[in-house]
């Protein structure tokens, strides 16, 4: 079974910090991809990863960074957390190609005060 | 540009009655199509898919969907509903060649015993 995991289920920041979600997969998936939910928006992307070193931005960046040193792990670093940035965030790695599934990690629920 | 659409926010359906979540989208070329759910405090897990084929695709737990390329529509279904199927039901469309999945807002599945 594919396993996605993510570095932390709950998290409690303070305006300004710099903040970092880590991300590994174990199943040599070329892709990858950090979403955060909110109620009511449902999933939205914020950057995505096919290679190491290379990414994408989704549909919400702005604030958002990312790095893939290494195939299996993707971080989401938040420059500067922001009380806007208070929300559920999915990791979630496939195999390169648009008729493949998703294996979703199980979340990290940020708080920023 | 790709979308999709969940016009439910909520389907509430009573145990042993059959269930749809519905989902409409829009693509560019052919699309490929999928059901994700969310159970309670849980990451999000992959249960069917549509690339090409048989119109009526089978997946986890008993769901299946329909494909339907006139209505652009690709509706989750079961013919006998459980309380353990209550949960966060999100549809997502690919389009050839897309670089990314695109979600749905998600439908709130309740069944009551």
């Known amino acids: 079974d594919v396993k996605v995991t993510q570095s932390s289920r709950y998290l409690v920041k303070r305006t300004g910090e710099k903040v970092f979600l880590e991300c590994v997969q174990d199943?040599?998936?070329?892709?990858m991809f950090w979403y955060r939910q909110d109620p009511g928006l449902g999933l939205r992307l914020i950057y995505f990863?096919?290679?190491?070193?290379?990414?994408e931005k989704g549909d919400i960046p702005e604030g958002y960074s990312v790095s893939r040193e290494k195939k299996e792990r993707f971080s989401l670093i938040l420059e500067s957390a922001s009380t806007n940035q208070t929300s559920m965030y999915l990791c979630?790695?496939?195999?390169?190609?648009?008729?493949?599934?998703?294996?979703f990690g199980p979340g990290t629920r940020l708080t920023v005060t | 540009a790709q979308s999709v659409a969940q016009p439910e926010d909520q389907v509430n359906v009573a145990e042993g009655n059959p269930l749809t979540v519905k989902c409409t989208y829009s693509?560019?070329?052919?699309?490929?199509l999928f059901w994700y759910v969310q159970y309670p405090n849980r990451g999000l897990q992959f249960l069917l898919k549509?690339?090409?084929?048989?119109?009526l695709v089978k997946g986890s737990y008993g769901f299946e969907a329909e494909f339907n390329k006139s209505q652009t529509s690709f509706h989750l279904k079961k013919p006998s509903a459980l309380v353990s199927d209550s949960a966060l039901y999100f549809c997502?469309?690919?389009?050839?060649?897309?670089?990314?999945?695109?979600f749905g807002d998600g439908t709130t599945l309740t069944v009551k015993p």
């Open positions: 979630a790695s496939s195999l390169f190609g648009e008729l493949y599934e998703q294996y």
């Open positions: 199943m040599d998936h070329e892709n």
């Open positions: 990863s096919y290679d190491v070193k290379m990414k």
């Open positions: 693509v560019s070329g052919n699309p490929y």
């Open positions: 549509y690339i090409t084929g048989d119109n």
């Open positions: 997502a469309v690919r389009g050839i060649g897309a670089g990314k999945s695109t």
